[in-house]
């Protein structure tokens, strides 16, 4: 068992990340031809990778479930994205508690309900 580890402080800069990301993006075949067109940005650069909850136990439930159902959604104050919004489309990784990469997901939908953005996402390559 994973010892309890705080989502926020998790180092998402490690070799475990890069292997997922090549698998992931081989997966979900970000450049079907690149051989021919070479490698694009999108797969060149791996998109934020990220956890969802205040403690690790949380994060790996919030997973699991997400992984269930290969599909999620985060709730957050609309402070908190300053300005930005997510974007239909973009891409990131999700990780468990402990920082590990679970699955490659794409916003699906952007919604702001009077103080809060709830951000849609759809599982695109899981591990």
Not at 52 to 69: I, K, P, R, W
Not at 98 to 126: C, H, I, M, N
Request: aromatic share 10%; proline share 8%.
């Amino acid at each position: 068992m994973q010892p309890e580890v705080d989502p926020s402080e998790t180092d998402f800069d490690h070799e475990e990340l890069r292997v997922f990301w090549d698998l992931a993006r081989f997966h979900a075949k970000l450049n079907a031809a690149p051989t021919y067109f070479g490698p694009t940005a999108l797969e060149s650069v791996p998109p934020p990778a990220w956890a969802y909850g205040e403690t690790a136990g949380e994060s790996d439930a919030f997973v699991a479930q997400v992984l269930a159902d290969e599909k999620g959604a985060t709730t957050a104050p609309a402070e908190e994205y300053a300005g930005e919004l997510p974007e239909v489309g973009v891409l990131s990784i999700l990780c468990d508690g402990s920082g590990k990469p679970r699955a490659l997901v794409q916003v699906s939908d952007v919604t702001q309900s009077g103080d809060d953005v709830v951000e849609s996402f759809t599982v695109v390559y899981s591990a």
